[in-house]
């Protein structure tokens, strides 16, 4: 074999060269996992009993997503022409991107919010434009109406918002999508089970409004990649272009009928968290540790300048969170997935210790974030 005469890698588009890496960390995740906003627990029996049948010869075929869009929309009381299944909901951020973003065009995000939106804008052309959310992650509103531009292309709206777990409201979301027709608005209802407001009715009333939702929280089926988008018939034409016909792969569809049938252990699991949420701002209370309330199934608490010696007690004891620090606003927080009542005890015992092993004092807490 003749050897290359390169000495270097052929060169990246410029984007490229310019994006931030994203590793999540993943790496040893033996534990309690309350870091990545999963289902805690397992996903449906049923799903378990369909991946059981499987054969040798259900993988030899190219995986056929539209019998399993028409059964998705119909839970969704949506036409199939309106839903694309997607190989979760980055993949929809990814196509979203891809779509609709050109040199020139903004996306407009309210900040602090799930991070894919801005690796995916990255790596196009376009510019990320950041409102940052109010005094207690409050939706910035008013900034994000003031920010359109007639380059804004993309709005993403995580509702629940991630990191924070807070909330925008149907009129507030309406009034971006009237304010800003030139522009796709997505609203990522990644957390809807753990919130009950949705604006899936919507779809199709309002030609720039996507809605998308994932299988990977409360439905417990994040190994299986799969989301999806949901809007206007002709947006959804365009989507679809753009997304890799085979990027659902067939033990994916194949669960997902299983898992949309069995409401029961989606109302449990969903039941179970929002009764331990409750349990774990009471214990908050008491420790006098600052967090802000939330509609999704994750706390973010502010614990101050040691947040990263309290994950790592955490981590001791054999209970994983993440450090929310470095995200915009988010100095000194951490975020805790909500498990079952079970796990979240267990928490809060390793919490206690924690805090006591970082010497975290709740007066001294106070103190300090009164005089800054
Ligand atoms: C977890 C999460 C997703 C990712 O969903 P996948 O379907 O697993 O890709 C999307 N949006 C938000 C807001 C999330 O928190």
């Given at each position: 074999m003749p050897e290359s005469t390169l000495t270097t890698s052929p060169k990246p588009r410029a984007a490229v060269l310019r994006m931030k890496e994203y590793h999540p960390p993943l790496g040893n995740r033996n534990g309690l996992r309350l870091d990545f906003n999963e289902n805690t627990l397992e996903c449906s029996p049923a799903v378990l009993r369909v991946l059981r049948e499987i054969g040798s010869s259900d993988l030899t075929r190219y995986p056929e997503r539209e019998p399993v869009e028409r059964l998705v929309a119909e839970h969704l009381g949506l036409?199939?022409?309106q839903v694309l299944l997607t190989n979760g909901v980055d993949e929809a951020i990814h196509v979203l991107c891809e779509t609709y973003l050109d040199a020139g065009d903004e996306i407009l995000l309210p900040i602090p919010t799930y991070s894919m939106y801005e690796v995916y804008a990255s790596a196009t052309e376009a510019k990320v434009v950041g409102v940052q959310a109010a005094a207690d992650f409050e939706f910035p509103l008013e900034r994000l109406l003031n920010a359109v531009t007639p380059a804004t292309k993309l709005i993403a709206i995580a509702n629940p918002n991630s990191p924070t777990g807070k909330t925008a409201t149907r009129e507030q979301i309406l009034k971006i999508v009237e304010h800003a027709p030139q522009a796709a608005v997505l609203v990522d209802e990644a957390y809807f089970h753990f919130f009950?407001?949705?604006?899936?009715?919507?779809i199709g009333r309002f030609p720039n409004l996507l809605l998308a939702r994932t299988f990977s929280k409360a439905y417990g089926l994040a190994g299986l990649r799969i989301g999806m988008l949901a809007g206007d018939v002709e947006s959804v034409r365009w989507l679809r272009r753009v997304t890799s016909p085979y990027s659902v792969n067939s033990l994916a569809l194949a669960c997902l009928p299983a898992a949309l049938d069995d409401k029961e252990y989606l109302d449990w699991y969903v039941r179970e968290v929002l009764s331990a949420r409750a349990e774990l701002f009471s214990a908050l209370e008491a420790l006098k540790v600052p967090y802000w309330t939330s509609e999704a199934n994750f706390v973010l608490v502010k614990i101050g300048a040691k947040h990263a010696q309290f994950v790592d007690q955490m981590r001791q004891r054999g209970i994983l969170l993440r450090d929310r620090s470095s995200d915009p606003g988010c100095n000194g927080c951490v975020r805790i997935t909500v498990g079952t009542g079970a796990q979240m005890m267990t928490a809060v015992e390793a919490l206690i210790e924690s805090l006591d092993e970082i010497g975290w004092n709740a007066t001294a807490q106070q103190e300090k974030d009164a005089t800054t």
């Open positions: 036409a199939a022409e009950g407001n949705t604006v899936a009715d919507l």
